[in-house]
T-cell receptor
Framework: GAVVSQHPSWVICKSGTSVKIECRSL??????MFWYRQFPKQSLMLMAT?????????EQGVEKDKFLINHASLTLSTLTVTSAHPEDSSFYIC????????????FGQGTRLTVV | DQQVKQNSPSLSVQEGRISILNCDYT??????FLWYKKYPAEGPTFLIS?????DKNEDGRFTVFLNKSAKHLSLHIVPSQPGDSAVYFC?????????????FGKGTHLIIQP
């Protein structure tokens, strides 16, 4: 399958700082990228959907001003967690898809964020 | 409100036997279903999918069955191998939903015993 690379794989930051997570599609152009969050022993929860060159669509309950998503090119999307708090500590995973809705989406390896 | 439910948090199966993982959904608008395999601290890996117009899809050792009337799908792995030990997530999507990300179940931890 296609390769989606997520960086960093883990990060520790202090409360109040911002953290940027990158998601890259390495061998295909991703028209749509998705950001998920997973708490321990829970399912992956969709946070937002972004299409290249347009604003992200956030799921209900996700603060768009806190979780800034930029999808500036067909191979790169970034998620910035602003003013991080300990409750933002989680596993963040991106996925990327080319083409239409029923084209398969491929996942990055995830980023473990710990806010201290 | 869990729209995709995997009611078994874990499942233990002997190597060589069949593993059957179950998934139920409540949203009748879902029209595409997927199974992912996930190891700790890694992203999910796609296994197999099925469109709502089908009732079965097979790929090697993996077969997914869909029962639309019961809003139920299952993943069969046969024969089970030690490398199959992982958490398996069922996911669903509604093509006409606009924001078309996946809705995941909570996962089932499959343990293959030698």
């Amino acid at each position: 399958g296609a390769v989606v690379s997520q960086h960093p794989s883990w990060v520790i930051c202090k409360s109040g700082t911002s953290v940027k997570i990158e998601c890259r599609s390495l061998d295909f152009q991703a028209t749509t990228m998705f950001w998920y969050r997973q708490f321990p022993k829970q399912s992956l929860m969709l946070m937002a959907t972004s299409n290249e060159g347009s604003k992200a669509t956030y799921e209900q309950g996700v603060e768009k001003d806190k979780f800034l998503i930029n999808h500036a090119s067909l191979t790169l999307s970034t998620l910035t967690v602003t003013s991080a708090h300990p409750e933002d500590s989680s596993f963040y995973i991106c996925s990327a898809r080319s083409g239409t809705v029923n084209t398969e989406a491929f996942f990055g390896q995830g980023t473990r964020l710990t806010v201290v | 409100d869990q729209q995709v439910k995997q009611n078994s948090p874990s499942l233990s199966v002997q190597e060589g036997r069949i593993s059957i993982l179950n998934c139920d959904y409540t949203n009748s608008m879902f029209d595409y279903f997927l199974w992912y395999k996930k190891y700790p601290a890694e992203g999910p890996t796609f296994l197999i999918s099925i469109s709502s117009i089908k009732d079965k899809n097979e790929d090697g050792r993996f077969t997914v069955f869909l029962n639309k009337s019961a809003k139920h799908l299952s993943l069969h792995i046969v024969p089970s191998q030690p490398g199959d030990s992982a958490v398996y997530f069922c996911a669903a999507r509604w093509s006409g939903g606009g924001a078309d990300g996946l809705t995941f179940g909570k996962g089932t931890h499959l343990i293959i015993q030698p």
